[in-house]
Every structure is written in structure tokens, then in C-alpha cells.
């Protein structure tokens, strides 16, 4: 577990293969106001990381941002049955399996409203996702909407990294930004993003961005906030 703000925001690498191909994943961690726990994009859960967790507080919300993120929350669900679940667009019908207690979209449920911003990256025909900021860290919070598979030797991942041209810089794979037909829709999801206070970006795949993290993500989508 790795500390990225102090007593507020903390998250965990493990290993991930996506049709065999390592790409690895991060959860995110973040202390609420009321000393709850809200945990962004679940992964694997260990007993090593219950125990890590159990120090840091009590878990009382869990968020997938987006229908790819769904692979371990059933044991997520039979650990942590007094947590409040929210699923992300499309998740509700694709999991069937599990009760949620809230669908995510663009306005903030109470449990955390004044603490983090939210939106929904719109415009895609195949998967939207729910993008997070905490100002009190100046943090950005995505799951696949920015990837930066800079960090490996694998074969298989260096050649996934190029395809998808997130290996040089982070960037939105090009396998989901081939599916945003609705350009407009896209671009005022990434407007709205950039009017939030953030300096820095946590990815679910791939390298951190500790700073320069705005220019970073307006960089990543030239491509859609030029029209190109």
C-alpha cells in the first residue's frame, strides 16, 4: 500500500492479465471526512491487503468506475456486506449477480458530495466511464481513461502498449477511443474534467502522473479537443 497523500489518499499494484497479456491494475484508496473508506476500482482481495485495510479504517463504499472493472468484486461483496456498492453505466445488466446499492453518474451521491468531484466520460457506443477528483490532494481519479504501459519488458505488453499508443505518454487506448462516435459529448466530458482543481492523475494501468497532471490529461485528448 503506498501512501500518496498523507492519511487521505493511498493505493495497490497487483498483477492483472487482460486475454493473457499482463497490463496490471491499481486500486485507489481515499479517507472520507467521516474516517470511512472509499475504494476506487477493487482489486484482488487478499488477506494481506483486509489486513492493511482494517488499519487504515472502515471500508464503507465501493465504486467501479467503468463495466471493466468488475472481475473481483463478488468476493469484494461477500467480505464487506454493510459497504454501499455503486456500479458504473451498464454494470447493473452486466453483473446480474449482485445487488447494487446505486448507480454512479455525473451528480454526486451524498456520501461524498463536497469532498470529491464526478462526471461521466460520455460519447462512447460500447462503455462510459466515472471519473473521479479530489481537490483536498489535487488528485485526478480514472480507470481506463488514460493509460501509460511504460513500465515493462513483457513482450505481449510492450506490443498491447504500442497498438494502443499509450506505451510514450499516457493516453486513452485506441481499442475504446475507436468506440466515442459522439465526439461532442466526449469533448465536453473532457472540458468539464479540465475545469477541476487537479495537479496530478492516479491510473488504474500503467504509471502514475505526480505532476504536470493537467496539462498531461489535455494533452492526451488534443485529438478530440481540436477536432482531429
Wanted: glycine share 4%; with cysteine; aromatic share 10%.
Amino acid at each position: 500500500m503506498i501512501e500518496w497523500t498523507k492519511d487521505r489518499i493511498w493505493y495497490i499494484d497487483m498483477p492483472l492479465k487482460v486475454n493473457g497479456i499482463p497490463v496490471g491494475s491499481r486500486m485507489t484508496v481515499i479517507k472520507l471526512e467521516n474516517d470511512k473508506l472509499l475504494i476506487h476500482s477493487p482489486v484482488q482481495l487478499t488477506t494481506q491487503l483486509q489486513l492493511e485495510l482494517t488499519k487504515l479504517g472502515q471500508i464503507q463504499i465501493i465504486v467501479t468506475p467503468n463495466m471493466n472493472h468488475h472481475l473481483f468484486l463478488s468476493e469484494w461483496w461477500l467480505a464487506y456486506p454493510e459497504a454501499y456498492f455503486f456500479a458504473p453505466p451498464g454494470l447493473q445488466q452486466k453483473r446480474t449477480d449482485l445487488v447494487f446499492d446505486d448507480a454512479l453518474g455525473a451528480k454526486t451521491p451524498d456520501l461524498w458530495r463536497n469532498q470529491l468531484l464526478q462526471t461521466i466520460v460520455r460519447g462512447s457506443d460500447s462503455m462510459e466511464e466515472i471519473v473521479f477528483c479530489d481537490p483536498q490532494s489535487k488528485t485526478l481519479i480514472v480507470g481506463d481513461t488514460l493509460a501509460w504501459l511504460h513500465n515493462t519488458h513483457n513482450p505481449l505488453t510492450l506490443a498491447l502498449a504500442f497498438i494502443n499508443g499509450c506505451y510514450y505518454r499516457p493516453a486513452m487506448p485506441l481499442y475504446w477511443r475507436l468506440s466515442f462516435k459522439d465526439k461532442t459529448r466526449l469533448r465536453q466530458s473532457i472540458q468539464e474534467i479540465l475545469t477541476w482543481p487537479f495537479d496530478r492523475i492516479i491510473l488504474s494501468h500503467g504509471l502514475v502522473i505526480p505532476e504536470n497532471g493537467k496539462k498531461v490529461f489535455s494533452d492526451a485528448f488534443r485529438w478530440v479537443l481540436q477536432g482531429e
